[in-house]
């Protein structure tokens, strides 16, 4: 069998799982799993969420969720999709899901931030899953781990949010703008920086 073929049945075995509905809850144990390289999927995520296969935007979003559940960025920076006997690359623009909500509970160093990604994945922000803000040409880029190296962009509106419930704090770095959750503090830009 050669490589595009295998690529090929492993696209169609995950298309006919979405199909018949047999998606466990929850993302699968990916990081446990250590199957051969099989090839390029020729799916690519865009900056903006969308999913393409070949240049084709993928519509059927229970495809494209069980794709996102089986996700895993390695050591080598390659993010691929992995299934117990095989593995392919993935390409990514950015990050591969997009936060689209926060939420929080609680108030100043004892809240808890929550993410909410695109793919439906919550993550409550803290050591395990770190806040980290990206400044390019001016610009705050801010990101959240979602699960395992994958990461999610926050995306504007919850970024305001997040500047809302913004606190001052001294770091080793100066006094810094952040936000605190799971007994961390996140900063998200200097003291009079314009993040808005």
């Known amino acids: 069998m050669t490589?595009?073929?295998?690529?090929?049945d492993f696209i169609a075995s995950l298309q006919r799982e979405a199909?018949?509905?047999?998606?466990?809850?929850?993302?699968?144990?990916?990081?446990?799993?250590?199957?051969p390289f099989c090839g390029d999927s020729f799916i690519e995520i865009l900056r903006d969420g969308t999913w393409r296969h070949e240049g084709v935007r993928m519509t059927r979003e229970s495809l494209v969720r069980?794709?996102?559940?089986?996700?895993?960025?390695?050591?080598?920076?390659?993010?691929?999709?992995?299934?117990?006997v095989e593995k392919v690359s993935v390409k990514v623009e950015d990050a591969p899901f997009l936060a689209v909500r926060v939420d929080r509970e609680g108030?100043?160093?004892?809240?808890?931030?929550?993410?909410?990604?695109?793919?439906?994945d919550v993550a409550a922000v803290g050591p395990d899953h770190p806040l980290r803000v990206e400044t390019t040409n001016g610009e705050p880029r801010p990101y959240v781990l979602v699960r395992g190296r994958l990461e999610a962009r926050v995306l504007r509106a919850p970024f305001y949010e997040l500047?809302?419930?913004?606190?001052?704090?001294?770091?080793?770095?100066?006094?810094?703008?952040?936000?605190?959750?799971?007994?961390?503090?996140?900063?998200?830009?200097?003291?009079?920086?314009?993040?808005?």
């Open 3 to 8: 490589t595009s073929m295998t690529v090929a």
């Open 19 to 35: 199909s018949s509905g047999g998606v466990a809850k929850g993302p699968p144990p990916v990081e446990r799993w250590n199957p």
């Open 107 to 120: 108030a100043g160093r004892d809240q808890t931030i929550a993410v909410t990604t695109n793919m439906g």
């Open 163 to 196: 500047v809302d419930w913004a606190e001052e704090e001294a770091t080793p770095e100066g006094p810094r703008l952040g936000v605190w959750s799971g007994g961390a503090f996140f900063p998200i830009g200097p003291v009079g920086a314009h993040l808005q």
């Open 66 to 84: 069980l794709f996102a559940s089986i996700l895993r960025k390695d050591e080598d920076g390659i993010t691929y999709l992995v299934t117990p």
